[in-house]
Every structure is written in C-alpha cells, then in structure tokens.
C-alpha cells in the first residue's frame, strides 16, 4: 500500500509500508532528530506487532516516518519525525495529512499523541491540524533534568463515506 502526495520543495513523496530492511535508515533519522530516541528494537516490534508503519521517500531517500497503534476507532501516533535536512519543506504537513486521510477513509473517530510541551515544531504543525490539548501526562518523558510532562492532544477525525 502507498499513496503519493507533494510539498511545494518536494514534488514527489511517496508513502509506503515500512519493512525490517528499512528499519536501519529509521533509526539512523530517529538519533540525529531525538535526545530520547527509539532503539531499532523499538521499531521492529511496531513491525512485528502490526502497527501502522509508514515511511515518507523522497528521490529513492527515507526522509521521515510515522508508527501508528490502531484499536478499535482509535489511533495513536506513537512516533513521527522529519530527517534534520528535509524539516521545514512541508513533509511533516504532507505526512500528517496522509496519517489523516487514512484513519478518516478507514472509519476511525479520533487521533490521539503525546508531544513534549518543549517541542515547539511539534506543537505548532498539530495545532495546524487542529488538534486540542485534553490533557497532561505527569513525568512522562525523560529529560536532561529529570523527567518531563506529555500534553495529551487529539484530533477528530470527519469521516469519509467512501
Ligand atoms: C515536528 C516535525 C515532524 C515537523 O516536520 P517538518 O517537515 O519540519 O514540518 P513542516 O515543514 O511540514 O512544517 C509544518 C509546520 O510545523 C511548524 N514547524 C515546523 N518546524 C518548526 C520550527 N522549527 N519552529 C516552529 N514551528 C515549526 C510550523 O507551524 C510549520 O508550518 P509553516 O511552515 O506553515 O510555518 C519535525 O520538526 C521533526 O521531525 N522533529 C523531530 C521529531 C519530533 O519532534 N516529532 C514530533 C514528536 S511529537
């Protein structure tokens, strides 16, 4: 399964399916954009436990990725980065919106995701989006000094009667 989609610094990106062999250039993107990143074991049990696992390419190039846990009408962005060399050009948006066609063509109700309170990017492009605080997970990222708060967004998601 893949979709193509644009920006208008990218005219072609392409979503697609991760796979194990992927999972190397994955992690390589997720130590250079976290302080606090995934472990390749980490990712290759999203695989193995079916999560959604989707990798954006540009010009044969893994350029960012998101892994989703769906159950029931829910979904749940566990994790979505952008490469540090391609932020900025709009992949982040074009990622997100595919994320959002998708659970809305599959009947799902809602988004759900943790974002640090610091992560100004992330909090901008899911306001963008109009994702809504509902609330704040105490302690639950680690931080240089100690631990640091989630806030707790999601989105509704307008289904599509296909
Ligand atoms: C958050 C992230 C995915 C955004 O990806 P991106 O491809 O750079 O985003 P886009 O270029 O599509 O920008 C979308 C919007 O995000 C916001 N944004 C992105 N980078 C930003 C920055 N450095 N500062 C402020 N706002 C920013 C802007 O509102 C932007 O919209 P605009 O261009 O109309 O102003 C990317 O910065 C990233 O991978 N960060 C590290 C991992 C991470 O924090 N993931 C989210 C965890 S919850």
């Known amino acids: 399964m893949s979709a193509v989609l ?13 796979r194990e062999h992927d999972l190397f250039a994955v992690a390589a993107i997720e130590s250079d954009v976290y302080v606090f990143p995934w472990t390749i074991g980490n990712f290759r049990d ?7 696992c989707w990798g954006c390419w540009a010009c ?5 990725y998101a892994i989703v846990m769906t159950a029931l009408e829910e ?12 932020q900025r ?5 074009a990622l997100l919106r595919f994320l959002i066609d998708r659970a809305a063509a599959g009947r799902l109700d809602v988004i759900y995701l943790e974002v640090r ?8 492009l899911y306001e963008q989006f109009g994702f809504k605080q509902l609330g704040v997970r105490k302690d639950y990222y ?6 640091e708060d989630a806030l707790f967004l999601g ?8």
């Open 46 to 52: 999203s695989v193995l436990s079916a999560y959604e």
């Open 117 to 124: 309170p610091s992560n100004l990017a992330g909090l901008r």
């Open 142 to 147: 680690p931080a240089m000094a100690g631990r």
């Open 89 to 93: 050009c709009g992949v982040g948006k």
């Open 60 to 64: 044969g190039e893994l350029i960012g």
């Open 75 to 86: 979904a749940h962005l566990l994790n979505f980065a952008v490469a540090s060399k391609w």
């Open 155 to 162: 989105l509704s998601i307008v289904r599509k009667i296909l």
């Open 6 to 18: 644009s920006t208008p610094a990218c005219p072609e990106l392409s979503f697609v399916a991760l």
